[in-house]
């Protein structure tokens, strides 16, 4: 593992407190009667990384138009996808709870360098079917292999952001590498969010409860709070636009409530080690040093340590949505990357 930017701690990112790794997110937690409804996170999933023969996971009708279109999967779930430029693909997979949108301005920079951008909004997300079942991370990955061998892609560069990088990563669990080239996993959620008696250093479940409570009882309230550190905006010298966290909150309004709280359970439960260790093509590891959401020291570092051969770059003071706030910093390495 190869690490970039020494401007950080020894663990590459700045000191957290407690509260600082619980994600920011127990605002909800004095609701959490509400979430016992539905259950609490405290079970961790461990890796499904049985290959899938295409029958299996082949989608059932495309509907394909100029600039993207849909896939149907065996499930009967719509799949929304945009699909812009031409050239080498590289596929987008967006973080919780937002939708193929946010990839925009990289979509568009690649695309004008000669790639072909694909993105896609996860099942429950934004444009595509709101399902009752399937929202996690086996079926997202599988929605995901759907998508690739319905426009018979190759050659593939694989980018997650958050939720969308363990989609990514489950993706090559189950279905390997064979379409793929290279992978770039942004502000990783990887390899394991949950505290554990084998993860002590990880979240504990009633953090997530309170996120299951805050979405529950008033989620437009939440994402537009959740939309502060998301991008760092409560730290001095944030720079993120008024315009940024209201297209965070306009974008997570557009999940469906199921999904947006399946998803969490997910993400929160899965053990991605195995198929980390899977990966076996170029990968590029991108975190903040104050992502506030998904803390570097808990998940990119460990994960860079497991991904053989990985490049991990942090950058200083950044967020979990760098996406937005270091736009130009991200497009530029993600074309180096590409053209390496």
Request: charged share 20%; glycine share 10%.
């Amino acid at each position: 593992m190869k690490t970039e930017n020494q401007s950080c701690n020894a663990q590459g990112k700045r000191p957290t407190s407690d509260a600082s790794r619980r994600i920011m997110l127990r605002r909800g937690v004095g609701l959490g009667a509400v979430a016992l409804a539905f259950g609490s996170c405290s079970k961790t999933v461990e890796a499904s990384t049985q290959s899938h023969s295409a029958y299996e996971i082949q989608a059932t009708a495309v509907d394909r138009t100029s600039g993207g279109g849909s896939v149907v999967t065996r499930d009967n779930t719509r799949i929304f996808y945009k699909d812009w430029s031409s050239g080498q693909p590289v596929i987008f997979s967006h973080g919780w709870p937002l939708q193929a949108d946010v990839w925009d301005p990289q979509m568009m920079f690649l695309g004008s360098q000669g790639f072909r951008t694909i993105a896609h909004d996860r099942r429950s997300h934004g444009r595509s079917s709101q399902t009752w079942s399937g929202n996690n991370l086996d079926t997202y990955a599988d929605d995901l292999a759907a998508l690739i061998e319905s426009l018979n892609l190759s050659n593939i560069i694989l980018v997650g952001h958050s939720t969308g990088s363990g989609e990514v990563t489950r993706y090559i669990g189950r279905h390997g590498t064979k379409r793929i080239s290279k992978v770039v996993l942004i502000s990783t959620i990887t390899p394991l969010l949950l505290k554990t008696p084998a993860n002590p250093q990880g979240v504990p479940s009633d953090a997530f409860d309170g996120i299951h409570a805050g979405i529950v009882a008033d989620r437009a309230q939440y994402y537009r709070d959740l939309s502060v550190p998301f991008f760092g905006g409560n730290r001095v010298n944030s720079k993120v636009s008024q315009g940024a966290k209201d297209s965070f909150w306009l974008w997570s309004m557009q999940v469906g409530l199921k999904g947006a709280y399946d998803s969490i359970t997910s993400s929160s439960q899965t053990n991605f080690t195995q198929d980390l260790e899977k990966i076996d093509r170029p990968t590029l590891i991108i975190h903040g040093g104050d992502d506030q959401i998904v803390p570097i020291d808990d998940t990119a570092v460990p994960t860079s340590k497991i991904v053989r051969g990985s490049t991990l770059k942090v950058y200083e003071n950044a967020p979990h949505g760098l996406f937005a706030t270091n736009q130009q910093q991200l497009n530029s390495d993600l074309l180096t990357f590409a053209r390496s």
